[in-house]
Nanobody
Framework: QVQLVESGGGLVQAGDSLRLSCAAS????????MGWFRQAPGKEREFVAA????????YYKSSVKGRFIISRDNAKNTVYLQMNSLKPEDTAIYYC???????????????WGQGTQVTVSS
């Protein structure tokens, strides 16, 4: 059974940083691209960042590029999202997801975590 478990969310002020983690089990982690997505109240789930299973290639949503960094540790079956210079518009539930291919399409990711809330106050 595949499980993705996010952690690290919380309430912070604008300009602060947070580091999200997503621990994976039940899948060959190093065979999967990993993505981070977010969903704000009343909005659709959107792509934030993704990383290739092994070669380090990354993709970012334009509005987070330069502020967020996605990374992974295949030895620990964990993917991270370092979020710096947080803004109120970054407030959302953040989800990690896994797929065999590296891409940004929400509907094509095979496995999802339960999400972790990030709230940024102004």
């Amino acid at each position: 059974q595949v499980q993705l478990v996010e952690s690290g969310g919380g309430l912070v002020q604008a300009g602060d940083s947070l580091r999200l983690s997503c621990a994976a089990s039940g899948l060959a982690f190093s065979s999967y691209a990993m993505g981070w997505f977010r969903q704000a109240p009343g909005k659709e789930r959107e792509f934030v960042a993704a990383i290739h299973r092994s070669d380090g290639t990354t993709y970012y949503k334009s509005s987070v590029k330069g502020r967020f960094i996605i990374s992974r540790d295949n030895a620990k079956n964990t993917v991270y999202l370092q979020m710096n210079s947080l803004k109120p518009e970054d407030t959302a539930i953040y989800y990690c997801a896994a797929d065999r291919l590296l891409h940004t399409v929400v509907a094509r990711y095979d496995y999802w975590g339960q999400g972790t809330q990030v709230t940024v106050s102004s």
